[in-house]
């Protein structure tokens, strides 16, 4: 039963990437086009990362054999907040953006190779199949409600 939990966050992390993609293939005099994508890059990530933390990297903490790669696994998105965060206040059509963008990409990239990796494996260890459904129904539940505060 996790693997519902953990395809419902793959599929989040596919459409991140997607939206990454497509960022990055932008030019610099595109940035109409980059303000369309990034706000729906903030409309896909936002919800997710908050639910996430919330409702995921929270029970996870709590676990000694999963608690390593939950503080790691927050520490990831804090970083990425900080880029993401310097990425909204700057004008689209900077040169530094597209740079800055780049690293972002990655970081975001290397957050999800890990996490689909080693805290599903953590996870599966350490919470039962009724503390998965309860963190797989929180999680839409709180990314729902952030969705809809963003609008």
Same mark, same amino acid.
């Given at each position: ?47 997710? %990362?908050?639910?996430? &933390? ?5 029970? +996870?903490?709590?676990? $000694? *054999?999963?608690? =390593?790669?939950?503080? @790691? ?16 206040? %700057?004008?689209?059509? &900077? ?5 800055? +963008?780049?690293?972002? $990409? *990655?970081?975001? =990239?290397?957050?999800? @190779? ?38």
């Amino acid at each position: 039963m996790h693997n519902e939990f953990f395809e419902i966050l793959k599929k989040d992390h596919q459409g991140v990437k997607g939206i990454l993609e497509q960022l990055k293939e932008t030019k610099q005099n595109a940035s109409k086009k980059r303000e369309t994508l990034f706000q729906k890059l903030t409309e896909e990530l936002v919800p997710h %990362m908050k639910a996430e &933390e919330k409702t995921f990297y929270q029970p +996870l903490l709590a676990k $000694k *054999e999963a608690r =390593e790669d939950a503080m @790691e696994a927050l520490e990831e998105h804090h970083v990425a907040e900080v880029v993401f965060k310097e990425l909204q206040k %700057m004008q689209k059509g &900077e040169e530094q953006w597209g740079a800055k +963008l780049s690293v972002f $990409k *990655e970081l975001v =990239e290397h957050h999800i @190779e890990e996490e689909e990796s080693t805290i599903f494996e953590s996870a599966e260890e350490a919470l039962g199949h009724d503390e998965m459904q309860n963190i797989m129904k929180q999680f839409e539940q709180e990314k729902e409600k952030i969705k809809n505060n963003l609008k």
